[in-house]
């Protein structure tokens, strides 16, 4: 099922999500495979829970869509309940970031250049790996998003002044993706 995507200025981008139970297995998997389609509808590679209304800690990332710019990404996908980093390296990297939450805008954002992630994956399993390159990025990406963090809030100051008027009117509803979204202002 596609669910409607909550636009910048939605509250429930800001709030900080909480742990998703683990005991309503296949109810979990059923709502991860709905951000999985809403996810690909709206051809984006990453969708965090807070983006479809729902304040749990829950991320999809999908690369296959970018294997043209970073090949690397061929058959990279997860899905992460309760996801928390146990690394983060000093090292940065830059990349151009963009969210389905926030359209026609992007910024150039410096980040950990690799990350290492303790998640429970959707065997109900608990896993931790390391991911570097645009992964790592994808991930830090959604997972800001459980923390009610997004990522124009780490855009240079410059950047900042030459979005703001973007985000206003996004803020207003004045944004029409051709995938559905909403807001709870
Ligand atoms: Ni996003």
Do not use: W
Request: with cysteine; charged share 30%; proline share 5%.
């Amino acid at each position: 099922m596609i669910l409607p995507i909550y636009l910048y200025g939605s509250q429930v981008l800001r709030t900080a999500a909480e742990l998703s139970p683990l005991d309503d297995r296949e109810g979990l998997k059923k709502f991860i495979d709905d951000m999985v389609e809403t996810m690909h509808h709206a051809d984006g590679c990453g969708l965090a829970a807070p983006q479809v209304g729902v304040s749990r800690r829950i991320l999809v990332v999908d690369g296959n869509d970018l294997v043209d710019r970073y090949p690397e990404l061929k058959g990279f996908h997860r899905e992460m309940i309760n996801p928390q980093f146990t690394f983060e390296s000093e090292e940065s990297s830059s990349y151009e970031e963009g969210c389905l939450s926030i359209p026609n805008v992007d910024a150039s954002i410096s980040r950990p250049a690799r990350i290492r992630v303790r998640y429970v994956n959707t065997d109900f399993e608990e896993v931790e790996e390391d991911f570097e390159g645009f992964a790592a990025r994808m991930i830090q990406h959604e997972m800001d998003h459980l923390d009610g963090v997004l990522f124009v809030d780490r855009a240079t100051p410059i950047r900042k002044k030459m979005i703001a008027g973007k985000l206003v009117n996004i803020a207003k509803g004045n944004v029409h993706p051709r995938y559905r979204v909403k807001s709870d202002k």
